[in-house]
């Protein structure tokens, strides 16, 4: 029997990777487990489900997995991943024909928007702190956004507003404080609109400006932050756990995911992954059943699918890096077996 494109693409979307429960889960394997830093993760997913992340992690839904020269921390629509390569790190761009295009020296790009925009931070010298950048490529030119006094900073991530979000610090474990950034406006110590914290980052932002992060006194004692920049108000959100807990990322629905620690002191391992829909906190292992064998611990990014991607420990006991995204309902389910059917009816299939 010869199957139709049309058929072909369903059977594919429903074929492709186990269902588990609510939530399916995607091995996108290990990937950075040999590069420095904190193993394999996924950081980051856009709109077409395009994930990327440590060690040259690039996953694309219709190919699969397959590796870029760089490790990736941001990612826009059209496939352009921001990250870094080789060491000291050089903050990079790898674009979608393939060519990777050198921004700063010793840096990071931690996110590009779809204009092309970058948002990071690089230093002048193995000596000299890193600053936040804006890259802008329509110019060519990269702005130093500063450090509002302090000593560090850095750009953590960018909108398609051209919105940068960041934080700047002077101590380890204090005086950080988030920031947003435009190209018109300069930039904003968010301090005083927070209440003057000693401790708060922004590490996301959507494309109505809402600013997530994390907010307290410290690594160790902090909550997921909620900021809207229209209207200037806030809000922090609750832990599932001890207070350690902040929001890395959030899609244009103002649906946001992170981490908690439900203990004091906690492992890599100890940690779990939240998701908050503007009302209420699940962890996300609730909706993945005790059979699949696997643990989340750490969601860095929704996109507006609700597509997740982070790490987790798999059934193998390693950590991978991963993506969870929705099971269609069973009413979808039928539906597309309608279509099947239809479409078969229709080109006399038998």
Known sequence: MRLFPQVLVLVVLLCASTVLGQYEIVDLGTRGSTSPGPGPRAYAINELGQATGAGGLFYDPAVGDSYIPMSGWGINDS?????THDQPPIASVHYNAGNVVDIASLGLANDINNSGQVAGHYSTSVYDPYHAFFYDPSTGLTTDIGVFGLYYSDATAINNNGLVVGYARNGETTDWRAFSYTAAGGGVDLSSSLGNPSFSIAHAVNDSG?????????FTDCLPLVYDSQTNTYQTL??????????????DLGHVVGYYSPIANPQESDIRPFYWDGQTMIDLNTWLPASSGWT??????????????????????????????????PSLLALLGLGIAGIVKRRGVK
């Open 296 to 329: 989340m611990t750490y969601a860095y990014d929704i996109n507006n699918s609700g597509w997740i991607v982070g790490c987790g420990i798999a059934p193998d006991g390693n950590q991978h890096a991963m993506l969870i995204r929705p099971v269609p309902e």
């Open 238 to 251: 609750g832990s599932l756990g001890i207070n350690m807990s902040g929001a890395f990322g959030v899609n």
């Open 79 to 83: 496939g352009d991943v921001a990250g």
């Open 210 to 218: 809402l600013i997530v992060g994390r907010i307290g006194s410290g």
